[in-house]
């Protein structure tokens, strides 16, 4: 079990030295959609949303300092002058901030209808563990993780109870075009834009939401690689 240790300056200047050295680190160590133990620029444990809100100043930025059951992160004060390092650190705590407000509701109603015609309600859907993947044939992050969310529905399809489904901006045709060039093994939905837009006020694409037997959404994240773990907890 890995021990938290707090950072020193050199350490935090070297990863700050420039944006892309930077943005490498948090990517593969801070990633925010995760779960993880929140702590003040003190090392006192704060609360995953009061955490974010300081992000979204601009004046700390979040580092990795451990793991134990979940991985530890803390805020170091940022006196750099690198703007898009500091905006971007701020865009992503607002993401985070947003799909963390999002857990615990309810998944908004729904009737669905994919490419093969087979219809999804929350009635047929009761007891099921869902994992929604939101996403347009344009998006190009969204297309780059097919292999990798595929790859998911391989590891899950032992599991009745587990349901993938794609909601997706382009219409029926386009999509049955696209797909046949860049399979998706998610049920895909077609023409849903007003719904993920509208009503379940999705912020950015890809975005995958993971829903748990009850009907209420447990996980949201921008990033596949955290999808699994998700799908873990909510099972």
């Known amino acids: 079990m890995q021990k938290p240790v707090p950072l020193t300056y050199a350490q935090i200047s070297a990863l700050t030295k420039n944006y892309a050295t930077w943005y490498s680190y948090i990517y593969n160590e801070v990633p925010l959609a995760r779960q993880f133990k929140p702590l003040g620029t003190n ?22 300092i451990g793991q134990k059951r979940h991985p530890i992160y803390q805020l170091y004060p940022y006196e750099g002058k690198d703007v898009q390092l500091r905006t971007v650190s701020q ?42 993947k939101c996403w347009f044939i344009h998006c ?9 969310v595929n790859a998911l529905v391989d590891k899950y399809k032992i599991y009745n ?12 045709p386009a999509l049955r075009k696209f797909l046949l060039q860049k399979p998706l093994q998610y049920a895909v939905v077609p023409n849903m834009r007003n719904y993920m837009d509208k009503v379940l006020k999705v912020n950015g694409y890809p975005t995958h939401v ?25 099972l």
């Open 140 to 148: 190009v992050g969204c297309v780059k993780e097919f292999p990798e």
């Open 91 to 132: 865009r992503l705590a607002q993401d985070a901030l947003y799909q963390t407000d999002r857990v615990g509701q309810p998944l908004p109603a729904f009737h669905f209808t994919d490419l093969q015609g087979k219809t999804y309600t929350p009635e047929a859907l009761r007891g099921k563990v869902l994992v929604f």
């Open 43 to 64: 090392g006192k444990l704060i609360t995953r949303k009061y955490f974010l809100q300081q992000l979204l100043t601009g004046k700390v930025l979040a580092f990795s």
């Open 161 to 172: 109870d587990v349901i993938f489904i794609s909601l997706a901006y382009d219409d029926a």
């Open 210 to 234: 993971i829903v748990g037997r009850d009907g209420q959404i447990v996980y949201m994240t921008n990033t596949a690689a955290y999808v699994d773990y998700a799908i873990k907890a909510a």
